[in-house]
Structures are given as structure tokens and as C-alpha cells.
């Protein structure tokens, strides 16, 4: 009945831009940290960025300052705001919940391509 369905993958130029959401039933969002990992053929699944039930965020080196990760409890809702991307960029982007606050079930989402090619 917990589900994470992510959203708004699709083909995008270097140097553009590109939203993704999360969409999480079955959970309270409150009591979960939100994190966005991706994956790239023949790689290991890396955070990309991370926000906490309490708003704070953090992000991977490679993504700072183009990425930006927020979250909507009420509609239980986390996004992905991509700027600038690069090649480097394309993979697989899976949404996670960890639980907080004594709620220690974790989740994914069955990810979204994200791929970044002229």
C-alpha cells in the first residue's frame, strides 16, 4: 500500500532544465526524509540530494548550485528542480523515504530516465 511513483523524466539538452516529482501514498511524508538517488549504466546508485522532515537539504558536489530539492507534505509531494544539465547527468533518478521520529521504514520509487544528450 506505500508507494513512491516518480515523475517528469523524459530527454533534455545540455544546459537545460528539467523537473521531477515524487508522489508518495500510504505515508505520512512528515515523518520521512526524502532523497533523490540516481543511477547510471554500470554505476553505483548515488545521492544526488536529500531534504529532512525538517526542511534541511543536501546536495551531491556534482550537482550543487544546479539542483534543488523541495518538498510539499501536505500534497506529499517532493520535487527535483534540475538546472543546467549536463551529459554526466543521465540516469536513472529514484525517489527514497527513510523514516524519522521512531519510523524507520524505508521506501523507493521504481525511478525515472532522465537522459541529457544534444
Known amino acids: 500500500q506505500v508507494q513512491l511513483v516518480e515523475s517528469g523524466g523524459g530527454l533534455v539538452q545540455p544546459g537545460g532544465s528539467l523537473g521531477l516529482s515524487c508522489a508518495a501514498s500510504?505515508?505520512?511524508?512528515?515523518?520521512?526524509?526524502m532523497n533523490w538517488y540516481r543511477q547510471a549504466p554500470g554505476k553505483e546508485r548515488e545521492l544526488v540530494a536529500g531534504?529532512?522532515?525538517?526542511?534541511?537539504?543536501v546536495y551531491s558536489d556534482s550537482v550543487k548550485g544546479r539542483f534543488t530539492i523541495s518538498r510539499d507534505n501536505a500534497k506529499s509531494t517532493v520535487f527535483l528542480q534540475m538546472n543546467n544539465l549536463k551529459p554526466d547527468d543521465t540516469a536513472v533518478y529514484y525517489c527514497?523515504?527513510?523514516?524519522?521520529?521512531?519510523?524507520?521504514?524505508?521506501?523507493w520509487g521504481q525511478g525515472t530516465q532522465v537522459t541529457v544528450s544534444s
Open positions: 500510504g505515508i505520512n511524508l512528515r515523518f520521512y526524509d
Open positions: 531534504i529532512a522532515s525538517s526542511g534541511n537539504t
Open positions: 527514497y523515504a527513510a523514516g524519522v521520529w521512531g519510523e524507520r521504514s524505508q521506501y
